[in-house]
């Protein structure tokens, strides 16, 4: 039977639901002032289109290596410590960005500062998966996903205002107040965040519908590499292949959206940034209504959903390719649809999946090694688009090609697991 839950249990709970889900939304605040001010940047500095995507590649290929960094540093310290350093380190690299004015000492801190933010998904993943029973994982997961939704776009809403503000040093506001933002919040996830219910004195929550749960015991050890079967790295595989093709155009569109928005359209910074954010607000429901349909309907069988969710994102980035010549009214809306159908598979594979293969021991690891190869995707899509793109005629028919096409992979990956799922039970 599953571990009664007691009061107690569900006060820490709601503490360490708030403490993490608030942590990730900090993340992003020292995460988006690089790409919010890009444009600002590049016209003070005399940084070009390219030397402006090597700087943020350097942020991109440490997250990469970072996760894999995380993975280990995550069983050695715990969610707790390793999280805890990651927002510390990120706070003070951030700070130090809105000083230099040399573009390789700019490349060296947004490096440190993505090692730094390596630390979030996964230590928070591996702490959720450690309080919340499977059963419940696709709904819960599904709300605490939202994080990076929110994050994202409140981050965003802040970076257009400060861009807004009539200062002729506005754009390294951005830096101070992402910054001041995260630091408030570390002393929040001090305070109410705990890695396990027996941390607080509390009984493990144990879910006997994830046997891969019992390898949180000392004796038997876990069979496999890294406590997971040959299936469970099959997953893993397919979960991270899925990851690099999503969050090339994840990435992709964060990253470049307001550069583009701004010169294509010809809107100032504050606007492009604002109008950006679009991807980010149709996300949210994006993320709660994938993860709720998993457990409603799928049986907490995530890869069904998310084929499906990836197919639609594939059809409205075919129409996004079609129709961005039709001005801001059409670019817009279809974005915002184009958020809606990646932001939900994006959080429920990466979320409530990793934690369905790694069960309480490994979720941690598995949320990193997904997240790891994931971010390889936006290290590519960051090299690549600086330099696909020709300021000159200003089109951007190849760099739609790319999203499509990232888009459709992401989706085939999908459909493998679903075709696990149906001939062995094997997938998630």
């Not at 003070?44 to 993975?71: C, D, K, P, R």
């Not at 980010?280 to 994938?290: A, C, E, H, R």
């Not at 075919?318 to 994006?346: N, R």
Request: with cysteine; net charge positive; aromatic share 14%.
């Amino acid at each position: 039977m599953a571990t009664p839950l007691t009061a107690e249990h569900r006060s820490w709970r709601t503490k360490v639901f708030v403490a993490t889900w608030l942590s990730y939304v900090g993340f992003y605040f020292c995460r988006k002032p690089f790409s919010a001010a890009k444009g600002a940047i590049g016209a003070e500095m005399g940084w070009n289109t390219e030397t402006l995507g090597n700087i943020w590649a350097a942020y991109l290929i440490a997250y990469s290596l970072g996760q894999f960094l995380a993975s280990w540093m995550g069983t050695k310290l715990g969610p707790r410590k390793n999280v805890l350093l990651g927002m510390g380190v990120s706070i003070v690299a951030t700070v130090a960005m809105g000083f230099t004015r040399d573009w390789r000492v700019m490349a060296v801190l947004v490096g440190v500062n993505g090692l730094a933010q390596a630390t979030g998904w996964s230590g928070n993943v591996g702490t959720m998966a450690g309080w919340f029973y499977k059963s419940e994982r696709g709904r819960v997961m599904g709300a605490w996903s939202t994080n990076f939704n929110i994050g994202s776009l409140v981050s965003g809403w802040t970076m257009a205002w400060v861009l807004g503000a009539a200062s002729p040093l506005q754009w390294r506001w951005c830096f101070y107040t992402g910054a001041a933002v995260l630091s408030v919040i570390w002393v929040v996830f001090y305070m109410f965040q705990r890695n396990r219910p027996e941390d607080v004195g509390l009984l493990p929550v144990d879910d006997p519908a994830t046997p891969i749960d019992e390898a949180m015991l000392p004796d038997p050890p876990p069979e496999g590499f890294m406590g997971l079967s040959r299936s469970a790295w099959t997953n893993l595989m397919l979960v991270a292949g899925f990851y690099f093709f999503v969050k090339f155009v994840r990435y992709a569109i964060w990253s470049w959206a307001p550069y583009f928005i701004h010169n294509y359209y010809e809107v100032g910074e504050g606007r492009s940034n604002l109008y950006a954010t679009a991807f980010d607000i149709l996300g949210l429901p994006g993320v709660y209504l994938t993860g709720w349909l998993s457990d409603r309907y799928f049986a907490s069988r995530r890869a069904e959903v998310a084929t499906a969710m990836m197919l639609a994102s594939t059809l409205c980035m075919g129409l996004l390719m079609i129709f961005f010549d039709a001005g801001l009214g059409a670019f817009i809306p279809l974005l915002a649809f184009v958020g809606f159908t990646v932001y939900g598979p994006d959080a429920l594979l990466t979320g409530a999946g990793a934690m369905d293969i790694g069960g309480r021991r490994s979720a941690t690891f598995a949320a990193a090694v997904i997240s790891g190869f994931g971010s390889m995707g936006s290290i590519v899509q960051e090299l690549v688009i600086s330099r696909v793109y020709d300021p000159k005629t200003g089109s951007l028919e190849i760099i739609f090609g790319l999203l499509l096409g990232s888009a459709a992979i992401a989706a085939v990956f999908c459909a493998i697991l679903v075709v696990r799922n149906r001939r062995g039970g094997k997938g998630i």
